[in-house]
């Protein structure tokens, strides 16, 4: 069974940076492509970024374009989000998926506060 851990969330100033971290186990990490979700209060989980199970293809949201960068460590299988830039609008829990055919897992989140 698939587990999924992120770490690194916290209260950041805006402009202000983190790194989210996402630790896996319990699946063969290079088959699967992994993404970071977030979900707002009150507001739909929606995608962040993507990385492909190789690591050479990544999307993002246009929201995030230029300021998230999202990659993957595949001996520590890991997936990590930069954040630079943060604004008030990033405040959200932050959550890490791993998808691989019809299989899916997902972490429990990590919060994201964007405040002064």
């Known amino acids: 069974q698939g587990q999924l851990v992120e770490s690194g969330g916290g209260l950041v100033q805006p402009g202000g940076s983190l790194r989210l971290s996402c630790a896996t186990s319990?699946?063969?990490?290079?088959?699967?492509?992994m993404s970071w979700y977030r979900q707002a209060p009150g507001k739909e989980r929606d995608l962040v970024a993507a990385?492909?199970?190789?690591?050479?293809?990544?999307n993002y949201a246009d929201s995030v374009k230029g300021r998230f960068t999202i990659s993957r460590d595949t001996a520590k299988k890991t997936v990590y989000l930069q954040m630079n830039s943060l604004k008030p609008e990033d405040t959200a829990v932050y959550y890490c998926?791993?998808?691989?055919?019809?299989?899916?897992?997902w972490g429990k989140g990590t919060l994201v506060t964007v405040s002064s």
């Open positions: 319990g699946f063969t990490f290079t088959n699967y492509a």
């Open positions: 990385i492909s199970s190789a690591g050479g293809s990544t």
């Open positions: 998926k791993a998808e691989y055919a019809w299989m899916v897992y």
